[in-house]
């Protein structure tokens, strides 16, 4: 059975850093393309960042210079490091299979950034 299940998040103050993971189990990830996504509320999700099948990654501008997208195939996870983090970065995180179109979503971690 195809999953992808993200770390817990949590709460951490402004200026703070977090480590999500994706884990995947019934699939490669260094096969695909796999996206990190975050919906705050009141708002549309919006990709934050992905990572290529050939290691090579993209930013939003939101997050770029502060997020670092990893891979660790041994583990077959996928990594988002957060750093300098801004109470806008407050969002449901989720990862998915897939970039601009994708299929199997994880469930979703909930990234609060306030004092």
């Known amino acids: 059975q195809l999953q992808l299940v993200e770390s817990v998040g949590g709460l951490v103050q402004p200026g703070g850093s977090l480590r999500l993971s994706c884990a995947a189990s019934?699939?490669?990830?260094?096969?695909?393309?796999i996206g990190w996504f975050r919906q705050a509320p009141g708002k549309e999700r919006e990709g934050v960042s992905c990572?290529?099948?050939?290691?090579?990654?993209y930013y939003a501008d939101s997050v770029k210079g502060r997020f670092t997208i990893s891979r660790d195939n041994a583990k077959n996870t996928v990594y988002l490091q957060m750093n300098s983090l801004k109470p806008e970065d407050t969002a449901v995180y989720y990862c998915?299979?897939?970039?601009?179109?994708?299929?199997?979503w994880g469930q979703g971690t909930q990234v609060t950034v306030s004092s």
């Open positions: 990572m290529n099948s050939d290691g090579s990654s």
């Open positions: 998915r299979r897939g970039w601009a179109q994708g299929d199997y």
């Open positions: 019934g699939l490669t990830l260094d096969s695909y393309v």
